[in-house]
T-cell receptor
Framework: RKEVEQDPGPFNVPEGATVAFNCTYS??????FFWYRQDCRKEPKLLMS???SGNEDGRFTAQLNRASQYISLLIRDSKLSDSATYLC??????????FGKGTTLSVSS | NAGVTQTPKFQVLKTGQSMTLQCAQD?????MSWYRQDPGMGLRLIHY???????DQGEVPNGYNVSRSTTEDFPLRLLSAAPSQTSVYFC???????????FGPGTRLLVL
C-alpha cells in the first residue's frame, strides 16, 4: 500500500458544484495532515491544515478519520479559480512529509 | 521578506556535468527540504535538514548531495548529472516539519 494515496482525477465540474476529494494514508503513527494546492507549473501552497475535529475555511471543509486513516476535502460552490491540483500531505511521525500524487480539479463555466 | 528563493529558474545540463541548485530563506526557519516533481510521480523528498549542520536523506537521495552551513541556505548539488534527473526541483522551508511548508518557485532542470 502506498504511503499516501489519492484519486488522481481529473474531476471536471461546473461552477457552483460541490466536489469532494479523498486521501488515505498507511502509517498509523502519522501526526500532521494538510491539503496543499498547486497551480499549473507553480509551487505548492498550503490550502489548509486538517485537524481531528474537522475544520472549515470558507467554502473548504477538511475532515480526518484516524481510525480509517482517511482524509477528505470538500469544496462547496466551486469557482473557476478553484481549478488546480490538490495535494494530500502527511507527516508520518518523523522528520519528513509525504505528498500524495494529487487530484486534479477543473471547474468550467 | 522574500520568503524562499531558488536559483536558477531553468537550467540545461549535459550528462556528466555537475551543478548546484541554490535555495535560501529569510524566515529563520529551521526545517528545509528539497523535492523533485515528475509527471505522474508527485513530489518526492530528496534531502532535508532540521537545522544548521544537520542533514538527512529522503526518499530519492541518490545522485544528490546537500549541506547546511547556515540557517538561511540549503544548496542541492548534482554530482554527475544524468537524464533521469530531468525534473522540477522545489525547495521548501518551515519552522518545523509539522508546520506550513513554504515552497520556492522551483528550478526546471533538463539533462541531455
Amino acid at each position: 500500500r502506498k504511503e499516501v494515496e489519492q484519486d488522481p482525477g481529473p474531476f471536471n465540474v461546473p461552477e457552483g458544484a460541490t466536489v469532494a476529494f479523498n486521501c488515505t494514508y498507511s502509517n498509523s503513527a502519522s501526526q500532521s495532515f494538510f491539503w496543499y494546492r498547486q497551480d499549473c507549473r507553480k509551487e505548492p501552497k498550503l490550502l489548509m491544515s486538517v485537524y481531528s475535529s474537522g475544520n472549515e475555511d470558507g467554502r473548504f471543509t477538511a475532515q480526518l478519520n484516524r481510525a480509517s486513516q482517511y482524509i477528505s476535502l470538500l469544496i462547496r460552490d466551486s469557482k473557476l479559480s478553484d481549478s488546480a491540483t490538490y495535494l494530500c500531505v502527511v507527516n508520518k511521525g518523523g522528520t519528513a512529509l509525504i505528498f500524495g500524487k494529487g487530484t486534479t480539479l477543473s471547474v468550467s463555466s | 521578506n522574500a520568503g524562499v528563493t531558488q536559483t536558477p529558474k531553468f537550467q540545461v545540463l549535459k550528462t556528466g556535468q555537475s551543478m548546484t541548485l541554490q535555495c535560501a530563506q529569510d524566515m529563520n526557519h529551521e526545517y528545509m527540504s528539497w523535492y523533485r516533481q515528475d509527471p505522474g510521480m508527485g513530489l518526492r523528498l530528496i534531502h532535508y535538514s532540521v537545522g544548521a549542520g544537520i542533514t538527512d536523506q529522503g526518499e530519492v537521495p541518490n545522485g544528490y548531495n546537500v549541506s547546511r552551513s547556515t540557517t538561511e541556505d540549503f544548496p542541492l548539488r548534482l554530482l554527475s548529472a544524468a537524464p533521469s534527473q530531468t525534473s522540477v526541483y522545489f525547495c521548501a522551508s518551515s519552522r518545523t516539519v509539522r508546520e506550513t511548508q513554504y515552497f520556492g518557485p522551483g528550478t526546471r532542470l533538463l539533462v541531455l
